[in-house]
């Protein structure tokens, strides 16, 4: 533990990263608390109102307000909760599925393995926003839809990785030694083998985290995920493309808060990745 | 009746590049609290042999016959449930690298408590007691300190005894260990033997000791087999085998061995047995050693040779075995 995070910190991106993906969960969770307005408050007389270092700005709404006059700080504030929110569950969603037919395929092989990875491979040959627009016409937009359709999109790179690292660890020395004590199946896949397979699951997590925050955005920009007036990053893009030209901040804001946040996940699993790379770790 | 008894084993592989018979005919028994030596080049069937009295064997081995009877049962025929109470209580097995034989993620404490929970439902502080005492007789000196470290703070010979007191912790009537000495280096051999002798007495157990060492064996078993391209070449008291040798590949072996004087002269190099293993696909006619054996006579390619008597409590597979009057 100690070498991880002496690992971890060599690597200046991964500890920007995870600066920033705890200062975005704190945001998300003290939301109300930070947040000057609520989301969905419309203040009438005060509509697409540009940001504080603008002409013409109102100090009480510090980013301006949108098409409806809505403050778009709190929107966004808000908005973090939705996006990590989503990511958060389509990770859930991910490790759950994505151990269970991980775990399923490499352990048994044979035809199991055959046909849960054929499958696997199925969904990966369709273009992933497609697939997921299918679901989600299928299940209705919402919030938990999206969940679910992000997740089914995304469910292939954990069941790899799953498999892949099963198969690894079940040809090592520890695993004969424990058949050879009697350990049951059970035994000696849940309990002996996959606390060895946590560490690139650790970093499929991060990765997925920022995947699902990303898809989900575009679902909402399609105006599939989220629906209003449920402050959703890529939700918020769409309502704003009308006025690109006259309110560009509406744009740029949540734009930026996806990038920020997509890079932040994406920098701490490199990090995660070089740290816990056991070739790395045993030099 | 023996304690266990292995009859007519055959056990083919099925490979890339065909089915290769990897064990062949292969007869043997172990008696209460014996010591039975098996030794044997690389791919001679040793560890097909060892991992066969689990039924753990790899999966695209194709048993084609054979009966292995424990306490007078077939495992074979065992049911799933009745094999999991089986191993690790009944017979047990100690590994070639100890090393990684221990799972890198948990400590020694857990590792050993595991056997305890499976087979004897062990728990809580009845559990530690247990294991500090196992940590005892293995001799791992201050066994309180070693309970919560990780495989990787520990040395080989300390990972051996860590290993040797999981496979021991279910007093087993039978213990295997498949070459237990090899990644180890020879001051830290001779502690584990002696060590595995102290506990046979103690316990009572039969060991099997698999090793491509003639020396480990001869001073560690009571009966030795010789193993050759899957077929047993040789059995006998293991000291008789290794002053007598009537196989020619039991001798070529013996002669192998470097003595503690050959190196005196410049000029000396130590025997080899010309050629190399068969090629198990393409096996040799008749005896399997017949390409390399120093004594071939015309008829050795003929037919397959079977195992013969040769002496009281002695039998070879050679149709003109060495160092007996043919009077049989």
Not at chain 1, 72 to 80: E, P
Not at chain 2, 84 to 93: F, P, Q, W, Y
């Amino acid at each position: 533990m100690k070498d991880f995070w002496y690992l971890f910190r060599q690597n200046r991106g991964a500890v920007m990263g995870l600066c920033l993906v705890l200062l975005a969960a704190v945001i998300a969770l003290l939301a109300p608390l930070i947040a000057p307005f609520e989301p969905i408050t419309v203040f009438n007389e005060s509509l697409k109102l540009p940001p504080f270092w603008h002409d013409g700005a109102n100090g009480s709404y510090l980013l301006g307000t949108d098409d409806l006059g809505r403050d778009l700080l709190s929107r966004l504030i808000y908005g973090s909760r939705v996006s990590l929110g989503i990511g958060f569950f389509v990770v859930v969603f991910n490790l759950f599925f994505g151990l269970i037919l991980g775990l399923t395929a490499g352990s048994f092989g044979g035809w199991v393995d055959t046909v849960i990875m054929r499958l696997m491979d199925i969904i990966l040959a369709l273009p992933s926003i497609l697939l997921a627009i299918v679901v989600v016409a299928i299940l209705g937009p919402s919030l938990i839809n999206t969940v679910i359709a992000v997740g089914i999109v995304t469910l292939p790179n954990v069941v790899r990785v799953v498999r892949a690292s099963i198969l690894v660890e079940k040809k090592k020395n520890y695993v004969a030694a424990s058949k050879s004590f009697g350990a049951s199946w059970f035994r000696i896949y849940i309990l002996n083998v996959l606390p060895n397979c946590l560490a690139p699951l650790l970093v499929q997590a991060s990765f997925g985290f920022s995947d699902g925050i990303l898809n989900a955005a575009a679902l909402g920009f399609l105006g599939l995920g989220a629906q209003p007036p449920i402050p959703e990053w890529g939700t918020m893009l769409s309502d704003a493309r009308a006025y690109i030209e006259s309110a560009p901040w509406l744009v740029t804001l949540p734009g930026l808060c996806i990038l920020i946040v997509v890079i932040a996940f994406n920098l701490l699993g490199d990090g995660l990745r070089d740290a816990l790379d056991p070739k790395v770790k045993r030099a | 009746m023996s304690l266990l008894q292995v009859k007519n084993l055959n056990i083919d592989f099925s490979t890339s590049t065909g089915v290769i018979q990897a064990l062949r005919d292969v007869n043997f028994r172990l008696e209460e609290g014996e010591a039975l030596g098996i030794v044997g080049e690389s791919g001679s069937g040793k560890s097909v042999t060892s991992l066969a009295l689990f039924d753990l064997l790899a999966s695209n081995s194709i048993v084609r016959s054979g009966e292995i009877f424990f306490k007078g049962r077939d495992i074979r025929k065992m049911s799933e449930a009745e094999k999991l109470k089986l191993r690790g209580a009944d017979i047990s097995m100690i590994f070639q690298d100890p090393m990684s034989s221990l799972n890198p993620c948990f400590t020694v404490e857990y590792q050993i408590s595991e056997v305890l929970k499976v087979h004897q439902g062990l728990t809580g502080a009845s559990a530690r007691d247990k294991i500090l005492e196992l940590l005892r007789q293995v001799g791992i000196p201050d066994p309180q300190s070693r309970l919560h470290v990780y495989p990787h703070e520990l040395s080989g010979g300390m990972s051996q005894r860590v290993m040797i007191a999981i496979a021991i912790a279910c007093s087993p009537k039978i213990l295997i260990a498949d070459e237990p000495t090899t990644a180890l280096d020879v001051t830290i051999q001779k502690q584990i033997l002696s060590l595995l002798q102290k506990l046979r007495k103690e316990k009572k157990m039969s060991l099997v000791l698999v090793s491509h060492d003639l020396g480990v064996i001869a001073q560690n078993t009571d009966r030795l087999l010789v193993m050759y391209a899957g077929e047993i070449v040789e059995e006998g008291d293991s000291m008789a085998v290794i002053q007598k040798p009537t196989h020619p590949y039991t001798e070529g072996l013996l002669q192998c061995l470097p003595g503690l004087h050959s190196h005196e002269s410049r000029d000396f190099r130590l025997p080899t047995i010309p050629g190399i293993v068969p090629n198990l696909g393409q096996r040799p006619s008749g005896c399997q050693l017949n390409p390399r054996c120093p004594y071939k006579k015309k008829n050795c390619e003929e037919k397959p040779v079977p195992l013969f008597q040769v002496q009281a409590n002695r039998e070879a597979r050679c149709l003109y075995p060495l160092n007996v009057e043919r009077s049989l």
